[in-house]
């Protein structure tokens, strides 16, 4: 019924400034892999240093979590309209994620195998975070199969 419709609209529009503002943040983090030495990280004697940027990005990623999205009730037996409308903006934010991070990451493409590996690690340790504090990666579609297929080419890329 278009009331059914037009409180959808409206209930969207009322926490959409909430999602602008954790994309906005998560993106601020993203934006910082530009400054990331993959070779230098690579070829550390451990290989596993974490960098500022994604130790931020995976602490914000929580921090939407804790201090946001809890606040919504999205348990998957409600099968309620907020409840759906909820879970799709953060399926959204998580894609939109996923999309900006892939296009950082192709502009900083490391030349060498070890530096490929380890934003390789940071990507794998991106989907756990967004697998455990947003959304199932399965349910977030294209964005996460490009991500994933980017994140597979990266050892086998060749300089």
């Not at 601020?28 to 990005?57: A, C, M, P, W």
């Not at 759906?84 to 991070?101: C, D, F, H, P, Q």
Request: proline residues 4%.
């Amino acid at each position: 019924s278009n009331t059914l419709e037009s409180l959808k609209e409206v209930s969207s529009e009322a926490v959409a400034p909430i999602f602008r503002s954790m994309l906005e943040m998560l993106e601020e983090s993203i934006v910082h892999i530009q400054e990331e030495n993959f070779t230098k990280r690579g070829g550390s004697e451990s290989g596993d240093t974490v960098s500022i940027y994604l130790s931020d990005l995976l602490m914000k990623i929580s921090h939407c979590r804790a201090e946001y999205l809890s606040k919504f009730k999205t348990e998957s037996s409600n099968r309620s309209i907020a409840n759906e409308m909820v879970n799709s903006l953060i399926t959204k934010l998580a894609g939109r994620v996923l999309e900006v991070y892939v296009e950082f990451a192709r502009k900083i493409r490391p030349e060498d195998g070890p530096g490929r590996t380890c934003l390789a690690n940071d990507m794998k340790q991106i989907e756990g975070a967004i697998g455990k504090a947003l959304c199932p990666l399965e349910s977030i579609g294209k964005p996460y199969e490009e991500f994933k297929a980017f994140r597979e080419g990266l050892p086998l890329a060749s300089p």
